[in-house]
């Protein structure tokens, strides 16, 4: 089972950018899913978490209302929209997948989660 997280890039503060989370190996359909970013010189930190369900969705308060989490099933994708980006959201982001399926407080924590991906570099530079 493999998770790869996608659609990084160099982006100008302000600006957006959408990152995709695809698997090989498992249907994300039965599994949470968790952004993970982790920025040069930090340990790395979770970001945003979606179920099953579309409404059981949570976010750090560091990226509520810029960052919007979002599933696809019919195209087996996870999404992490980010709208205006700032240089401190400038990572690798990792998507990670919990077979619980839901998302709780403890969404932020690796132990919670069961398999991860190759993660996307997301640069935020004028």
């Known amino acids: 089972v493999q998770l790869q997280a996608s659609g990084g890039g160099l982006v100008q503060p302000g600006e957006s950018l959408r990152l995709s989370c695809t698997p090989s190996?498992?249907?994300?359909?039965?599994?949470?899913i968790g952004w993970f970013r982790q920025a040069p010189g930090k340990e790395r930190e979770g970001v945003s978490c979606i179920g099953m369900s579309d409404d059981n969705t949570r976010y750090v308060d560091s990226v509520k209302g810029r960052f919007t989490i979002s599933r696809a099933n019919r195209k087996n994708a996870v999404y992490l929209q980010k709208n205006n980006l700032r240089p401190e959201d400038t990572a690798v982001y990792y998507c990670?997948?919990?077979?619980?399926?839901?998302?709780?407080?403890?969404?932020?924590?690796?132990?919670?989660?069961?398999?991860w991906g190759q993660g996307t570099l997301v640069t935020v530079s004028s």
């Open positions: 190996g498992l249907t994300l359909d039965y599994y949470a």
């Open positions: 990670a997948a919990d077979y619980r399926g839901q998302c709780t407080h403890a969404f932020t924590a690796e132990g919670e989660y069961d398999y």
